[in-house]
């Protein structure tokens, strides 16, 4: 992973979560979890007229996928729920390793995770929020 760990982005979202939170009155919540680890997550949004007004989460997990949830939230809030479709389709081409320079760039500090494409045995940790993301807005999370 290299300096996965030594990224200030990485350690900030991993130590202190801006977004790990109970939401109050959220439109979308949505449970996501890796059987293989035990990471587990709840991620809470506000979704209203097409933008994602607030998001939050709660679990528990590695830091891998703690931080993922963070960064992703920092991301994808205030965002079009349009937008935040094309950076979850952007998080997984980075992921497998098909991502261009111009398109790295979209997903600013989520960036940072670039490095987990090497690790497969970490993979479903930085992946965890996003899916969840990806099936909350797809209507399975809709209160």
Request: with cysteine.
């Amino acid at each position: 992973m290299g300096n996965l760990y030594t990224s200030t982005t990485f350690m900030e979202h991993n130590s202190h979560p801006d977004y790990k939170y109970e939401m109050d009155a959220p439109t979308h919540e949505h449970d996501g979890i890796n059987p293989s680890c035990g990471d587990d997550i709840t991620l809470q949004l506000r979704v209203k007229d097409g933008k994602i007004e607030d998001a939050g989460f709660i679990g528990t997990g590695c830091a891998i996928s703690q931080a993922s949830a963070s960064l992703m939230i920092d991301l994808v809030k205030g965002r079009t729920v349009e937008d935040a479709r094309r950076l979850i389709g952007l998080y997984f081409d980075m992921i497998k390793g098909k991502i261009t320079p111009e398109q790295l760039d979209d997903l600013e500090d989520v960036a940072a995770l670039q490095g987990i494409a090497h690790v497969p045995a970490r993979v479903k940790c930085a992946v965890l929020a996003w899916h969840t993301l990806e099936e909350a807005l797809d209507g399975e999370g809709k209160i």
